[in-house]
């Protein structure tokens, strides 16, 4: 069975779009921990990271750089910050989350709750921006 992230990229599952070409895909997290948070993946799915040839996982972090330029040209920060877990979906991802300081990082601090009004216009500014 696809994990959640190819029923994404498939448009099985609606997303919020940040970018997208033939091989990587970014879209809104949908429990961010700050207003940007986006998740950032191969379109191939593949659970580990590190299991990515060379390669892809070089082309994996050109695209995010990307997308984390335009976040923090959309959204206010100092930095945005840049986070591999890998345990919560079986397929390969990036988190970049818009910081103020390194606890905005926390995955145990508390997610937003937004709108679809609010992920929206979040997905628009920084689309605007690449």
């Keep these: 069975m696809a994990s959640i992230f190819s029923r994404i990229v498939a448009g099985e ?5 940040i970018a997208e070409d033939e091989r990587y895909y970014a879209f809104l997290d949908i429990s961010p921990l ?11 799915e593949v659970d580990y990271i590190f299991d990515l040839d060379d390669d892809e996982l070089a082309g994996l972090q050109v695209f995010a750089k990307k997308v984390a ?5 959309a959204i206010p920060c100092v930095k945005v910050g840049q986070c591999v877990l890998g345990l919560e979906v ?19 601090n508390p ?9 929206t216009e979040i997905a ?4 605007a921006q690449l």
């Design 13 to 17: 599952i609606p997303s919020y779009k």
């Design 34 to 44: 700050q207003k940007g948070h986006t998740l950032v993946i191969p379109k191939r």
């Design 69 to 73: 330029v335009a976040i923090k040209k």
């Design 90 to 108: 079986p397929h390969a991802h990036i988190h970049l989350v818009p910081m103020q300081t390194e606890k905005d990082l926390r995955f145990t």
């Design 111 to 119: 997610h937003l709750q937004l709108t679809p009004e609010e992920f």
């Design 124 to 127: 628009n500014s920084i689309k």
